[in-house]
């Protein structure tokens, strides 16, 4: 099956574009492991490739007026994400790990991962190397959701890159998740790490650019498929 590519101005455009080609080009997965292991299904983007240009921008899905639709996301959710999940490393009592636990490891020469991708940046912009390790292959055998069960980081890396673009240097990062909640996980998430390259960018005086997400396993839940086909006014038998 081949991948999907999309081209969007914003976080909610590519959300939008996202769940409404969804249902031409994604497959049924029943869940045998991971979040709702036999009790959902999901449909799933055999593979998924965006570009973002303006990701700093419209990071809210909009529901259309009198629809009932709860939006998926707010810039205050996004911000606490950004602020609790991506640069708070403190784990809580039944927390195995969280992104940012990741994101700040301790470093053997002292700092943080995500310090050591700055200091790079700033030394050597045109780089290849300013990426954050998120997944480890330990996960498989250590990573404990709440509920009991394995759930290995759905966010594998960021990869921070300067691209030269008229006679500047354009800060990008591109991130991989392994398994992507689209409906509620999406927005959150890009919006979480546009406000992560927003500081980097800051830190490194680099200018703040566009944004790049691949994945392998976007989806939405089988639960989340009545509200997608409402909100994209897709029926059962195509638009």
């Known amino acids: 099956m081949e991948p999907f590519f999309l081209k969007a101005k914003t976080i909610s455009d590519a959300w939008f574009q996202l769940i409404y080609n969804l249902f031409d080009r994604a497959y049924t997965q029943e869940i045998q492991k991971g979040s709702f292991e036999k009790e959902q299904y999901r449909l799933q983007y055999p593979g998924m490739a965006v570009y973002i240009e303006h990701p700093g921008e419209d990071m809210i899905p909009v529901m259309p007026p009198g629809s009932g639709i709860p939006a998926p996301t707010s810039m205050e959710y996004i911000e606490d994400y950004f602020v609790n999940y991506l640069m708070n490393p403190e784990l809580s009592e039944n927390e195995t ?35 954050v390790e998120i997944g480890t292959p330990e996960d498989h055998d250590v990573c404990y959701g709440n509920d009991g069960k394995l759930d290995p980081p759905c966010l594998r890396l960021l990869d921070f890159k300067a691209i030269p673009a008229d006679d500047d240097l354009i800060l990008t990062v591109s991130c991989y998740f392994r398994s992507w909640d689209l409906w ?37 839940y089988g639960y989340q498929e009545e509200l997608a086909r409402l909100r994209t006014f897709r029926t059962e038998t195509g638009g």
């Open 184 to 220: 509620a996980g999406f927005p959150t998430n890009l919006g979480g790490i546009e406000l992560l390259k927003k500081l980097v960018s800051e830190e490194t005086g680099l200018r703040n650019g566009p944004m790049y997400a691949y994945s392998a396993g976007a989806h939405i």
């Open 97 to 131: 790990y969280k992104y940012a636990s990741r994101i700040h490891h301790p470093m053997p020469r002292g700092g943080t991962q995500l310090e050591r991708v700055i200091e790079i940046l700033r030394e050597t912009p045109l780089t290849n190397q300013a990426v």
